[in-house]
T-cell receptor
Framework: GAVVSQHPSWVICKSGTSVKIECRSL??????MFWYRQFPKQSLMLMAT?????????EQGVEKDKFLINHASLTLSTLTVTSAHPEDSSFYIC??????????????FGPGTRLLVL | AQKVTQAQTEISVVEKEDVTLDCVYE???????LFWYKQPPSGELVFLIR??????QNEISGRYSWNFQKSTSSFNFTITASQVVDSAVYFC????????????FGQGTILTVHP
């Protein structure tokens, strides 16, 4: 199956700083990627859809000025949490759809990034 | 609007027991896809199965089997002869038929298999 990586796998930062998380499709191209957030013992909630060459689409209630998304190339999307606060501490996961045949209907997930804001 | 309900928050079984995880979904689409993912303690989501709305055949893969019933809008997952390594959070998810559509996840079921 398709492989998606994320970097870093975990990060601790001070309140008020910005944190950048990278999501890469390693063996395929992804014109679209998705960013999810998962709080402890909760489900995954879609934050935004990242589109290569155009603006991201944010879900209702997600602040686009706080969670900056840049889809710089067909294999890289970045999520920047600006002026992070403790309530932003969460598990951030990206995904990308497969590109051929039946795999197009399947989302392949990265390993996730654990963010802790002190 | 789309919705996925996993009524079982936590399930605890003893090794070698069979266990069924329930999933009920809501959608107005005629074309849609259903998924099951496993999330072990490491956090990475592992894809288990995809089923489209036109294929109601049940599927078996080793100790895993899935029962898709459109009449009851359910897509249940059974693990036969459970093992400790099956302990994880299992998510059922729904996607609209349009390509690259987003996933709507259920709340997840925490499965603990005791030795």
């Amino acid at each position: 199956g398709a492989v998606v990586s994320q970097h870093p796998s975990w990060v601790i930062c001070k309140s008020g700083t910005s944190v950048k998380i990278e999501c890469r499709s390693l063996d395929f191209q992804a014109t679209t990627m998705f960013w999810y957030r998962q709080f402890p013992k909760q489900s995954l909630m879609l934050m935004a859809t990242s589109n290569e060459g155009s603006k991201a689409t944010y879900e209702q209630g997600v602040e686009k000025d706080k969670f900056l998304i840049n889809h710089a190339s067909l294999t890289l999307s970045t999520l920047t949490v600006t002026s992070a606060h403790p309530e932003d501490s969460s598990f951030y996961i990206c995904s990308a759809p497969g590109t051929s045949g039946r795999s197009q209907e399947t989302q392949y997930f990265g390993p996730g990034t654990r963010l802790l804001v002190l | 609007a789309q919705k996925v309900t996993q009524a079982q928050t936590e399930i605890s079984v003893v090794e070698k027991e069979d266990v069924t995880l329930d999933c009920v979904y809501e959608t107005r689409d005629t074309t849609y896809y259903l998924f099951w993912y496993k999330q072990p303690p490491s956090g990475e989501l592992v894809f288990l199965i995809r089923r489209n709305s036109f294929d109601e055949q049940n599927e078996i893969s080793g100790r895993y089997s899935w029962n898709f019933q459109k009449s009851t809008s359910s897509f249940n997952f059974t693990i036969t002869a459970s093992q400790v390594v099956d302990s994880a959070v299992y998510f059922c998810a729904l996607k609209r038929g349009t390509s690259y559509g987003k996933l709507t996840f259920g709340q997840g079921t925490i499965l603990t298999v005791h030795p």
